[in-house]
C-alpha cells in the first residue's frame, strides 16, 4: 500500500484523483485550508495548511513520510520553495499539476518549448500575480522551483482546458446555453485554437503517471486542437440553431474561451507512454449534447 499525500483535492478533478487513489488501494492523505466539506469521509487522513504560511506545513508533516506527493494547490513560486522545502526527505516522488499556459501563446506546443530548469524564478506570492499574464508566470516559476531545487523526481503535468459534464466553471455549457437561447455569444478571434482534456482523464491520468518512473513536463489530452470557429459550429449544428457571433470582448457575453491567443499542447509524449485519451471531437460532441439535453430539462 503507498503512501499518498495530495495538497487540495476538494475541488474539482483533485477529488476525482483522491476518489481514484482509494480506490487503487493507497493510504491518502488531504492537506487543505479545512474550509471546504469533502465526500471522503474516513478513507482519507487530514491536515490542516495554509500554502502562504510555511510553518503550518511544518507542523503538519512534522515525522511523516509519502511515497508520491500531488500538488493540486500551488499557485506561487514562493509556495513552491516553502513546500519543497518542508517536505525535502519526505518523499521521493512530486506531481505538480501545471497548465498548457506555461506557454507562449501558440498551437501544438512541445514538451521542450518551456524549460523549467533554465527559467528565472522572481519569488512573489499568489496575490501578486492577477489575470492571465499573472497565472503564466505564477505556473512557471513554481515549475522552476520544483525542478531547480532538485529535492524530488518532479513530473510537470501540463493540462490544457478540463471540460466534464460537472465542470464548475460552465465554460462550455455558457457556449451551448447561448446558442440554444439565441444570444450572440463575442468572441474577438474566432479562429484561436485550443487544446482539451476530460476531467475524469485528467484524475486517471495523475494517478498513473505518480506510479510510473516518469519525471519531467508532459501534456496529457485529447490529440490535436479545436478553433472557437469550429466549436460554434460544431454546437450549432448538435443543437439545430443558428449561432450568432459579435466581434469583440465589449459584446453583451463575451466567451470565456476568448482569450488573447492560441493555447494548445501536443499529447505526442504521453501517447509513447502508453497513455490513451478520448478522440477530441468525441469528447466535445458528448459533452454538447449532455448540454443540450440539460438545457431542455430546465
Known sequence: MRKVLVLGGTQYF????????????????????????????????????????????????ANKEWDVVYDQSCFSP???????????????RYIFTSTQAVYEFGTM??????????????????????GYEGYKEAKRSSEAVFHQLGYFDVVSVRFPIVVS??????????????????????????DLRYSFIHAGEA???????????????????SAGDISLRELIDKIAKLAEKEAMIENG????NPSPYSLPGSWSIDTTRAEQLGFVFIPLDQLL???????????KEV
Open 249 to 252: 470582448l465589449a459584446a453583451e
Open 285 to 295: 460532441e458528448e459533452l454538447i449534447k449532455y448540454y443540450i439535453e440539460e438545457y
Open 78 to 92: 514562493t509556495e513552491a520553495r516553502d513546500t519543497a522545502e518542508v517536505l525535502k526527505g519526505k518523499t521521493k
Open 165 to 190: 459534464d460537472d465542470d464548475y466553471s460552465e465554460r462550455l455549457k455558457f457556449h451551448v446555453d447561448k446558442i440554444l437561447s439565441g444570444q450572440a455569444i463575442g468572441i474577438q478571434n474566432p
Open 203 to 221: 484524475a486517471d491520468f495523475l494517478m498513473k503517471i505518480g506510479a510510473s518512473d516518469y519525471y519531467g513536463p508532459i501534456n496529457p489530452g
Open 109 to 130: 506546443h512541445k514538451e521542450e518549448n518551456f524549460d523549467a530548469n533554465t527559467y528565472e524564478i522572481n519569488y512573489k506570492t499568489r496575490r501578486e500575480y492577477p
Open 14 to 61: 483533485g477529488k476525482k484523483l483522491v476518489q481514484k487513489l482509494i480506490e487503487n488501494g493507497d493510504q491518502v492523505t488531504i492537506a487543505t485550508r479545512g474550509t471546504k466539506d469533502d465526500p471522503f469521509g474516513n478513507q482519507v487522513e487530514r491536515l490542516v495548511i495554509d500554502r502562504e504560511k510555511k510553518d503550518t506545513m511544518a507542523i503538519a508533516f
